[in-house]
């Protein structure tokens, strides 16, 4: 158990180093959030005078939102590290070493982890700077736990692309995703004022969990029955898309 923390610290390590040559990584993943939030937030503040709105402010509303999307897409990104690993020979060195090879997930898991959580806070504090009004530390706490779940599922999805299909375009590809998810959930609009066909789909969507669990932990009157469902079903996506992402590292280390 020693070694095995010992390596996926260091593995982990290996990760912020590498982060430490580029911080403008941590800014150029935040562009498109904080035009989400100040622009299209203020530009459509009004839009809670629509009948059926379940919220006064609109910046409140939009802020889980805007943290989910974000933990979505730089963590879709996460499988391009393996790609270039992979391109480069840098994972079969590491595959003739004595390394763990759990350690290998766990260590990039954890990276993406505390990224996504320096992100999450960053934009909690914007959207609270903007005007939006959070309610409870727990609720803060609750909504970095979800965008760390969510982010931890997806990153584990995109190490698994990575790892079977061998290509940067197929990361690429994936990143599409994060648009039509948001947009399929209540991430702009309560779940009242959505298309039936749209509620229907958003039920089995991950980032309508996260972002409704995030919404609700923060506001005034949050649904705890529906709070810890969700935060129970996302774990059980994180545990199962970790569990892919390992088959998909096996079934490399048996391709080479």
């Known amino acids: 158990m020693t070694a095995a923390l010992s390596t996926t610290s260091h593995v982990s390590a290996r990760y912020l180093m590498a982060f430490a040559r580029q911080p403008y990584y941590i800014a ?24 059926g709105f379940s919220s006064s402010n609109y910046i409140s509303f939009l802020t889980p939102g805007v943290v989910m ?13 393996y790609v270039l690993d992979i391109e480069r020979g840098i994972l079969d060195r590491f595959l003739v070493t004595p390394v763990i090879r759990g350690a290998l997930i766990s260590g990039e898991l954890i990276y993406s982890a505390l990224l996504t959580a320096i992100q ?17 530390a727990l609720g803060l706490v ?72 995030a919404r609700d932990s923060l506001g005034g009157s949050p649904d705890w029955a529906y709070i810890e ?15 892919l992402s390992t088959r998909a590292f096996r079934a490399y280390q048996r391709s080479v």
């Open 69 to 81: 999307m974000t933990s979505l897409f730089s963590n879709g990104w996460s499988g391009m590290g």
């Open 229 to 243: 469902l969700h935060l129970g079903m996302l774990a059980v996506l994180a545990v199962i898309c970790a569990w």
């Open 120 to 136: 999450t806070v960053i934009i909690l504090a914007l959207g609270w700077v903007s005007g939006a009004a959070f309610h409870s």
């Open 142 to 213: 609750l909504c970095v736990v979800a965008a760390l779940l969510l982010g931890t599922a997806f990153a584990s999805f995109s190490n698994a692309l990575a790892l079977l299909l061998r290509s940067q375009q197929a990361i690429i590809a994936s990143s599409f995703l994060v648009l039509p998810l948001a947009f399929l959930s209540v991430t702009f609009l309560p779940r009242a004022l959505l298309p039936e066909w749209i509620r229907t789909i958003s039920s089995y969507n991950p980032v309508d969990w996260a972002v409704q669990v």
């Open 28 to 51: 150029s993943t935040l562009l498109q959030p904080v035009i989400w939030l100040l622009l299209f937030g203020h530009a459509f503040q009004d839009i809670v005078q629509i009948p």
